[in-house]
């Protein structure tokens, strides 16, 4: 069924993104993140799978053009409207809302989607999206510069080992931005590291 279902999720991000390689990208280092912080989370297969069609599918938004509400909700839209044969109502509902928080606000009991989920699915959610945040920051130039990623996990903190292939000044302020979620739900600080050098975003130009 993971196949299976692996194939609807590429179909979908094959027919709506205009950057795949961006969107891969993300999933890859996405994946990264949750493998090297399972020791924290605990989550299986199910949950990988789901963190992995959130992080290809969330960017299909910008495949409607502008819009109001921002290409963030029209993913999740996109993604829930989609006829899914091999995803179920919940799976699904977990994509879109992991989809949904990869930017701007973090999920928000305000907010009725949110709300409406069961509690452990709002803890998948909530760890889900705060890794996608994260992976999608690694990739702020969508250039591809941060090329793998691997967390040590520390009594206080959460070290991101970077592999970088160029500048990525831009990904350092961007994962200083949106890593609020990944602070909230593992409750550690976090810290990037380059060649075993400590990294920290530097002002806006």
């Known amino acids: 069924m993971s196949d299976k279902a692996r194939e609807e999720i590429l179909a979908l991000m094959e027919a709506r993104e205009n950057k795949p390689i961006h969107v891969q990208h993300v999933s890859r280092l996405a994946l990264e993140l949750f493998d090297g912080l399972i020791p924290l989370h605990g989550?299986?297969?199910?949950?990988?799978?789901?963190?992995?069609?959130?992080?290809?599918?969330?960017?299909?938004?910008?495949?409607?053009?502008?819009?109001?509400?921002?290409?963030?909700?029209?993913?999740?839209?996109?993604?829930?409207?989609?006829?899914?044969?091999?995803?179920?109502?919940?799976?699904?509902?977990?994509?879109?809302?992991?989809?949904?928080?990869?930017?701007?606000?973090?999920?928000?009991?305000?907010?009725?989607e949110f709300r409406a989920v069961p509690d452990f699915d709002k803890r998948i959610i909530q760890c889900l999206a705060s890794l996608l945040r994260v992976a999608d920051s690694l990739d702020r130039a969508h250039e591809q510069r941060v090329t793998g990623v691997r967390v040590e996990i520390r009594p206080n903190q959460l070290v991101l080992h970077l592999s970088a292939n160029g500048p990525i000044e831009r990904e350092v302020r961007a994962v200083d931005k949106k890593a609020d979620l990944a602070i909230a739900i593992f409750q550690r600080d976090l810290l990037l590291m380059v060649d075993n050098r400590p990294v920290a975003p530097t002002p806006w130009p």
């Open 43 to 112: 989550f299986g297969p199910r949950e990988r799978l789901l963190l992995e069609a959130a992080a290809l599918l969330h960017d299909i938004g910008h495949s409607e053009g502008l819009t109001p509400t921002g290409h963030h909700k029209e993913s999740a839209r996109l993604i829930r409207e989609h006829g899914w044969q091999n995803l179920d109502r919940c799976d699904v509902e977990i994509v879109a809302q992991v989809s949904r928080y990869h930017r701007k606000s973090m999920p928000d009991l305000s907010h009725d």
